[in-house]
């Protein structure tokens, strides 16, 4: 079983930064990937950033490009996002998300077969 267990979140001033973590307490897959997504309240989920766990290999939602970095420790089978210049349009609920069998990172929620609880990120202005 994938257990992801998220942290990070918080309440942040606009331009100031957040990292984000996701750790896989559960079984992990040389083919993993990783993403994490937000939500704001009555918008549809939004992709944000997607990791390979094997390269490393990155790809971003256009709304965070420049801004979001996404990594991954693969001692400790965790995930992270670096969150810099934030503003308040980047307010949402964020969640993490992995699959087991896919190799490269995707921007489509559906690719995604686990995920974690959502942390509150709250930029204010």
């Known amino acids: 079983q994938v257990q992801l267990v998220e942290s990070g979140g918080g309440l942040v001033q606009a331009g100031g930064s957040l990292r984000l973590s996701c750790a896989n307490a559960?079984?992990?897959?040389?083919?993993?990937?990783m993403g994490w997504f937000r939500q704001a309240p009555g918008k549809e989920r939004e992709f944000v950033a997607g990791?390979?766990?094997?390269?490393?290999?990155?790809i971003y939602g256009d709304s965070v490009k420049g801004r979001f970095t996404i990594s991954r420790d693969t001692a400790k089978n965790t995930a992270y996002m670096q969150m810099d210049s934030l503003r308040p349009e980047d307010t949402a609920v964020y969640y993490c998300?992995?699959?087991?069998?896919?190799?490269?990172?995707?921007?489509?929620?559906?690719?995604?077969?686990?995920w974690g609880q959502g942390t509150q990120v709250t930029v204010s202005s």
């Open positions: 990791i390979s766990w094997i390269a490393a290999t990155t």
């Open positions: 998300a992995a699959d087991p069998v896919r190799r490269l990172p995707a921007p489509e929620a559906s690719a995604y077969a686990y």
């Open positions: 559960g079984r992990t897959f040389g083919n993993y990937i």
